[in-house]
């Protein structure tokens, strides 16, 4: 089965389905800079001269460094770069803690916009749905954002169906971040509703967090190919519905390419089943 190699977010921005999770670029548990500053951002760079053109982070990446980072290695972007943040979580004491008050998310997405460098945010995602504070003001603060010009579409991550619908309702919403790979389907429903209605749905954790529990079911399929089994959980999230954009993240260059070149990777109807 071939698959498509790019999607569209929002009849509007297209790019490549492999995209880049910068989260892992932080310091342990997404804290601060990591020990070796100068691999973060060669990464970085990296991904961009292998052809990947999305890269996702938020502000509670380091909190804050992660969106440093890609700009401090990115900028000035290539013209095809979209770049997805999020806001909506806070670190206090490297806690995660939801914040999704409008006049948070305005204040987070002013400073995501002076972090890149940018005028407009390509993609900005509600993070995770606060349950203080009504959905319909969270994504209500979004449609302001995006009226004010300095968002360009709307998102929203670790949401379910019903969520979602009711947020359709304030907003257009142009993509869906959840965790979903070969192993954890719970969103299943979603990534059908999202291909049904033309959004893009972003597994994050599209490798598990490198833990896969298919891992034995997966080998024969990689050894057969001569591929790694996560390259094999990459091909097939392209294969099972055009709507996926993955976001494999790692901090190893090694990682990275093995990634990217994932996408080249073709398996049979029988592999996929």
Request: proline share 5%; net charge negative; hydrophobic share 40%.
């Amino acid at each position: 089965m071939n698959a498509s190699t790019t999607i569209t977010i929002g009849n509007e921005l297209t790019v490549k389905r492999l995209g880049y999770g910068a989260m892992r670029l932080c310091g342990p548990l997404i804290m601060g800079w990591p020990q070796d500053r100068e691999n973060a951002l060669r990464v970085l760079r990296r991904a961009i001269e292998l052809g990947v053109n999305f890269i996702d982070t938020a502000d509670a990446y380091g909190p804050h460094i992660n969106e440093e980072q890609i700009a401090q290695a990115l900028y000035p972007y290539p013209s095809d770069l979209v770049i997805a943040t999020k806001g909506g979580c806070t670190r206090p004491d490297g806690r995660w803690e939801r914040d999704g008050r409008p006049e948070h998310l305005k204040e987070a997405c002013e400073g995501s916009l002076r972090r890149l460098r940018v005028d407009r945010i390509d993609l900005y995602q509600l993070h995770a749905v606060d349950t203080e504070v009504p959905l319909e003001e969270q994504v209500g603060a979004l449609k302001e954002l995006q009226e004010a010009g300095k968002i360009r579409f709307a998102g929203l991550s670790n949401v379910d169906l019903e969520q979602l619908e009711r947020a359709r309702r304030v907003v257009e919403i142009a993509s869906v971040q959840n965790n979903y790979n070969v192993a954890h389907r719970l969103s299943e429903p979603i990534v059908e509703y999202c291909e049904r209605n033309g959004i893009a749905f972003i597994p994050y954790f599209p490798l598990d967090g490198g833990d896969l529990e298919e891992v034995e079911r997966l080998t024969p399929i990689a050894q057969a190919h001569g591929a790694t089994i996560w390259q094999v959980g990459l091909a097939w999230l392209l294969a099972h519905s055009p709507a996926l954009l993955p976001i494999p993240g790692t901090s190893s260059l090694d990682h990275l390419e093995e990634n990217v070149a994932a996408s080249a990777l073709r398996l049979s109807d029988e592999e996929l089943a």
